[in-house]
């Protein structure tokens, strides 16, 4: 996973969730999910269409077309968009493997 520790305000950023899975696997890729603190605010889920959801979130600007199931690009952060920000890989059917890691990213200048 890789998100940056510091930030400045204003600018653009990448955040990468960085998985592997098998598609030869029983359970391939079932979803992969961005939470910021506790609340979501990406979705990517191959087998649906759109496979790609973005759910508001305050001080937090998704660029869709930016982002695939691996990377999500936030444009224009402020400082309130600093947080623990989590990704979480989930397997398909009929595990539903589910693996998650979290790292924090602040934004500093001005508001």
């Known amino acids: 996973m890789e998100v940056p520790r510091v930030v400045v305000s204003g600018s653009s950023v990448q955040l990468v969730c960085n998985y592997e899975y098998n598609r030869e696997r029983e359970d391939p890729l079932y979803s992969v999910k961005w939470y910021r603190n506790v ?52 397997g398909d059917k009929p595990l539903f493997e589910t693996d998650d890691k979290a790292k924090n990213m602040t934004v500093v200048g001005e508001c």
């Open 39 to 90: 609340n979501q605010f990406y979705e990517y889920i191959p087998k649906r269409e759109p496979q790609v959801r973005v759910y508001p979130l305050p001080n937090l600007n998704v660029d869709e077309r930016g982002s695939t199931q691996a990377t999500v690009l936030l444009k224009g952060v402020t400082r309130a968009s600093s947080g623990t920000f989590r990704c979480e890989v989930m």
